[in-house]
């Protein structure tokens, strides 16, 4: 289901900023949005939309937590930025997939943030 409805959340923001076409390409200051875009036109949609899932966080808690700490690893501390619903994700599915997240992973997350904040600064 993640990748129904995340995949079509990534394939309408690529279709509503025109996000394939050439006008990057000719616009000063946009030359790194060109770069990217000519690399997701060799990929294709399906590529970009596999990219896209490889970078989320998404599935059952155990998954969140493990890749939250993956990131931790690599980056440190960072701030969440949660979203629920994608690409016509109905209501009663989001709402449960919030509510398993708020029960299984926030005080796992909450308890990180605990244990951080009672290490000394150096």
């Not at 279709?15 to 990057?24: D, M, R, S």
């Amino acid at each position: 289901m993640a990748r129904q409805y995340m995949g079509k959340f990534v394939e309408s923001n690529f279709y509503h900023y025109e996000l394939l076409g050439p006008h990057f390409s000719t616009v000063k200051g946009y030359d790194a949005y060109a770069q990217k875009i000519a690399m997701a036109r060799e990929i294709g949609m399906d590529g970009i939309v596999s990219a896209f899932m490889e970078a989320a966080v998404w599935g059952t808690p155990d998954r969140i937590l493990r890749k939250f700490e993956e990131r931790r690893a690599i980056v440190g501390e960072f701030e969440l930025a949660t979203s629920f619903r994608f690409g016509g994700t109905p209501l009663d599915l989001a709402e449960s997939g919030l509510r398993l997240y708020a029960k299984e992973v926030l005080p796992v997350v909450h308890s990180w943030a605990s244990a951080g904040s009672a290490r000394p600064s150096s």
